[in-house]
């Protein structure tokens, strides 16, 4: 034997010797010849092989001899402790073995799911990744396209797949349905309009569109001019209460100033039976001024049953930031949101997207500086005509989304 040596020569009880790699192997081997009938004296280490003394290898070399079952109870002792280790050995080598076999099976698993993920994201229908790029150009959040992508593969064919006009009327179809107008529904008399929302995104210009609006549309009517006034709120921004009132004396509208709760309830007892519409602008801030926003909020704690509230966005916002401006500012329980400054973007995926996901409705939109005329009711056909790259079916749009009148 390479590894391993005994003397046999001596009969039973005599001294015996054994040598292998370490004492796991020494006690494994006696206890597959002698079971527990065996007895080790002693043990060290010795060097062997090699070739003029180079290269040797060290072994265990332990001396033993053979026992029977009328040895003493110290035999016994050493049968028994023999036994037990040699069949921790045996657990301990199975143990190593499953574990061997675990890893396998965990390697082979992790390499089965990585082709799956592979096929899969290679087996995309030439369809849905051309949809999916016409989105990603439109600006769309991952989040939204995905939704977009299940539906289309979920509710077409395969045959219908592979229409690639009918997929884009499929996906243009989708894109409007998750679109939400804002109903024009008006609180009771008199009907007051609060605009909240970040620096920088028009809210005095949009709040001045929509009064002079209804005082214009009014004289053309021919029609008695409803009684408008305008309070702002705003302390923080050098110049919007200057800005608020040379529109209220062009309009002849009066404006005034709330810094309080307390002014503003005051100011609106004072016109709550003469006027028709109450406008209030309130100051702009960043989305993570959460201090300026609780103060706002303090400011403009009025009953909501008798007010609605607009959050104004600009259209150009990155979706991620629009998430976080919608956040922070739900606080004012705004009832729908006004999108400004169309003009200046031809993308509106991430608008779009955000307020799908967030089921936020729009009531106006703003493309310009034009008092009043740059602003409109917002409209599904507006946004869908507003697509890059998509083949519309306009007759097809008319119908599915009729603009209301």
């Known amino acids: 034997m390479n590894s391993m040596s005994k003397n046999m020569e001596n009969p039973s009880n005599s001294v015996l010797t054994i040598t292998a790699k370490n004492m796991d192997e020494i006690y494994q081997k006696l206890f597959e010849m002698y079971q527990s009938n065996y007895r080790i004296i002693n043990h060290h280490t010795v060097l062997q092989g090699g070739f003029l003394g180079l290269f040797q290898k060290s072994r265990v070399k332990a001396t033993y001899m053979l026992v029977n079952e009328k040895n003493n109870e110290a035999d016994e002792f050493v049968r028994t402790k023999n036994e037990i280790l040699a069949k921790e050995l045996s657990m301990a080598t199975e143990v ?3 574990t061997q076999m675990i890893n396998q099976m965990f390697q082979v698993i992790t390499t089965q799911i990585d082709e799956i993920r592979s096929n899969t994201s290679n087996n995309v229908h030439p369809s849905i990744q051309k949809i999916e790029e016409l989105m990603i150009q439109n600006e769309f959040p991952h ?10 593969t979920s509710e077409l064919s395969f045959e219908k797949l592979n229409d690639f006009d009918f997929v884009q009327k499929k996906t243009v179809d989708i894109i409007g349905e998750s679109i939400s107008i804002a ?11 609060v605009f909240v929302g970040p620096t920088g995104v028009g809210k005095t210009t949009t709040l001045s569109k929509l009064s002079a609006g209804l005082v214009i549309n009014a004289r053309k009517e021919k029609r008695p001019a409803p009684v408008v006034r305008l309070i702002t709120t705003d302390y923080t921004r050098v110049g919007a209460e200057e800005q608020l009132r040379r529109f209220g004396d ?3 509208v009066k404006v005034e100033k709330a810094e309080t709760a ?6 609106l007892e004072k016109w709550r039976d003469t ?3 109450i406008f209030i602008d309130s100051s702009g801030c960043s989305p993570n001024d959460y201090d300026m926003i609780a103060k706002m909020r303090k400011t403009l704690s009025l009953p909501e049953d008798t007010l609605e509230t ?3 966005v600009s259209a150009s916002t990155i979706a991620s930031n629009l998430v976080k401006i919608i956040d922070n500012f739900s606080i004012f329980n705004f009832d ?3 999108v400004t400054k169309c003009d200046e973007t031809s993308s509106f995926g991430n608008v779009l997207g955000v307020l799908h996901e967030k089921r936020k409705s729009i009531s106006y939109i703003t493309n310009g500086q034009s008092v009043p005329r740059a602003i409109k009711r917002a409209s599904v056909l507006y946004f869908l005509n507003s697509l890059t790259g998509f083949k519309l079916d306009k007759t097809h749009l008319k119908d599915k989304f009729p603009e209301e009148n």
């Open 96 to 98: 190593k073995k499953n």
């Open 143 to 152: 989040s939204f396209i995905s939704y977009v992508s299940s539906r289309i």
């Open 183 to 193: 109903p024009s529904i008006h609180t009771k008399f008199p009907h007051i309009f």
């Open 250 to 252: 062009l309009m002849d």
């Open 262 to 267: 307390e002014d503003l309830s005051s100011i």
């Open 275 to 277: 006027v028709d519409y």
């Open 310 to 312: 607009f959050l104004v």
């Open 336 to 338: 729908s949101v006004i």
